[in-house]
Nanobody, 123 residues
Framework: QVQLVESGGGLVQAGGSLRLSCVFS????????MGWFRQAPGKERESVAA????????YYADSAKGRFTISRDNAKNTVDLQMNSLKPEDTAVYYC????????????????WGQGTQVTVSL
């Protein structure tokens, strides 16, 4: 059974940075495509970024391009999301998700989900 635990959220001023981390446990991490998603109050959950199980391909939502970077470490079973130049509209609960051998990096139909970590960006 896959377990995902996110950390790194918090309160930051606009223009600041945060680094989210997700620890994966249970089975072979390298076989899983990993994604970061977020959900703001009153809004639907949306994809932010993803990295393929082969490690070579990445996906970023338009809102994340140029500001966020996703990376994975198959030796440590972690996937990180470095978020720079944060804006108040980035305020949301951020979730880590995993899907085995997934080739499509978009979409939200991932199999496994973490509990989420709150990111709040103030003016």
């Amino acid at each position: 059974q896959v377990q995902l635990v996110e950390s790194g959220g918090g309160l930051v001023q606009a223009g600041g940075s945060l680094r989210l981390s997700c620890v994966f446990s249970g089975v072979t991490f390298s076989k899983y495509t990993m994604g970061w998603f977020r959900q703001a109050p009153g809004k639907e959950r949306e994809s932010v970024a993803a990295v393929a199980w082969g490690g070579g391909r990445t996906y970023y939502a338009d809102s994340a391009k140029g500001r966020f970077t996703i990376s994975r470490d198959n030796a440590k079973n972690t996937v990180d999301l470095q978020m720079n130049s944060l804006k108040p509209e980035d305020t949301a609960v951020y979730y880590c998700a995993a899907d085995a051998y997934r080739t499509s990096l978009g979409g939200s139909d991932y199999t496994y989900w973490g509990q989420g970590t709150q990111v709040t960006v103030s003016l």
